[in-house]
Nanobody, 111 residues
Framework: HVQLVESGGGSVQAGGSLRLSCAASGYTRRSYCMGWFRQAPGKEREGVAGISAAGGTKVYADSVKGRFTISRDSAKNTVYLQMNSLKPEDTAVYYC??????WGQGTQVTV
């Protein structure tokens, strides 16, 4: 299994920015595709962004395209989610997930 720890959440005003980090440990001898999901109160968990193992392919939910950017630093076993122009509807707990279907504990983002 891969252990994932998210950080970087917090409270920010609308229009502000945050950068989330997801540090992986454990079985990291190979790279996996990684993704970010979020879950708002009373709503189902939804996919936000994903990145391929090599980092060459990135996908985004329509609701965050042009505002969020996913990236990875393989040397640090870390995946990032840069979130700009944040909106109140971005308020949620954000989770990191690996291609092994391991999940982090989540980090709260409040706009």
């Amino acid at each position: 299994h891969v252990q994932l720890v998210e950080s970087g959440g917090g409270s920010v005003q609308a229009g502000g920015s945050l950068r989330l980090s997801c540090a992986a440990s454990g079985y990291t001898r190979r790279s996996y595709c990684m993704g970010w999901f979020r879950q708002a109160p009373g709503k189902e968990r939804e996919g936000v962004a994903g990145i391929s193992a090599a980092g060459g392919t990135k996908v985004y939910a329509d609701s965050v395209k042009g505002r969020f950017t996913i990236s990875r630093d393989s040397a640090k076993n870390t995946v990032y989610l840069q979130m700009n122009s944040l909106k109140p509807e971005d308020t949620a707990v954000y989770y990191c997930v690996s291609g092994t279907n391991d999940w982090g504990q989540g980090t709260q983002v409040t706009v």
